[in-house]
Nanobody
Framework: QVHLVESGGGLVQAGGSLRLSCLAS????????LAWFRQSPGQEREFVAVMSRSGSSTYYADSVKGRFSVSRDNAKNTVYLQMDNLKPEDTAVYYC??????????WGQGTQVTVSS
């Protein structure tokens, strides 16, 4: 089992920045792949960014490429999503996702990000 707790959401003006954090517990942190997803009201949950277990590879959705950056601190069991130049369309609940070596998926409770124009 992997337990995930997100934090760092809030209200920000367009053009501003936020950093989301996701604290993971329950498995060896370096053994899990970590990703961020988001969901706006009435929309499907969509992929935002992913970082490999080793941290050597990252991949981003086209909509956030160049503005968002994912990183992980294995010593703190935490993955981060740095979000810069935020736009109103980035408004959503952001979820942390973990995949363990057996292929099981886990989700955090989500953190709300609201970007005002």
């Amino acid at each position: 089992q992997v337990h995930l707790v997100e934090s760092g959401g809030g209200l920000v003006q367009a053009g501003g920045s936020l950093r989301l954090s996701c604290l993971a517990s329950g498995r060896t942190f370096s053994s899990i792949a970590l990703a961020w997803f988001r969901q706006s009201p009435g929309q499907e949950r969509e992929f935002v960014a992913v970082m490999s277990r080793s941290g050597s590879s990252t991949y981003y959705a086209d909509s956030v490429k160049g503005r968002f950056s994912v990183s992980r601190d294995n010593a703190k069991n935490t993955v981060y999503l740095q979000m810069d130049n935020l736009k109103p369309e980035d408004t959503a609940v952001y979820y942390c996702n973990a995949e363990d070596p057996e292929g099981n998926d886990y989700w955090g409770q989500g953190t709300q990000v609201t970007v005002s124009s």
